[in-house]
C-alpha cells in the first residue's frame, strides 16, 4: 500500500496537495501546528486508496509531503521529495 507522511511543521494549510489528489485521499485534519496553521492528513477512512502517485508533494510550496509507494513485490520506496 502507498503511503504519504505530512511534516505538519512544514504545512500552512494550503489545501494545494488535496486539491491535487485524484483519489481524495487528502483531508484537513483538526491539529493546528506551532506556526497556527491548520495542517492535513491522510484520511482514515480513505489512506488505503493512496496510489502513490506523489500529485501531492509535487504541487506542496513547503515541501510537506513525503510520499512512500509500494509496488508490487518491490519494496517500500520513496518517490516525493525528500526532507
Ligand atoms: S500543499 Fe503542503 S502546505 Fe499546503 S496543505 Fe498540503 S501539505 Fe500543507
Ligand atoms: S500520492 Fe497521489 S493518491 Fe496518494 S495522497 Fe498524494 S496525490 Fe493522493
Known amino acids: 500500500m502507498s503511503r504519504i507522511e505530512v ?3 512544514r504545512c500552512k494549510g ?3 496537495c488535496a486539491q491535487a ?5 487528502i483531508a484537513q485534519s483538526e491539529r493546528i501546528n506551532q506556526h ?14 493512496c496510489i502513490g502517485c ?8 513547503d515541501v510537506a509531503i513525503h510520499v512512500y509507494r509500494t509496488p ?5 520506496e520513496e ?4 526532507g
Open 14 to 16: 494550503c489545501l494545494l
Open 36 to 49: 497556527g496553521y491548520k495542517v492535513v492528513e491522510a484520511a482514515a477512512e480513505k489512506k488505503e486508496e
Open 21 to 25: 489528489c485524484p483519489k481524495g485521499v
Open 72 to 76: 508490487k513485490n518491490v519494496k517500500e
Open 7 to 9: 511534516l505538519e511543521e
Open 54 to 61: 506523489a500529485f501531492c508533494a509535487l504541487v506542496c510550496p
Open 79 to 82: 518517490t516525493g521529495h525528500a
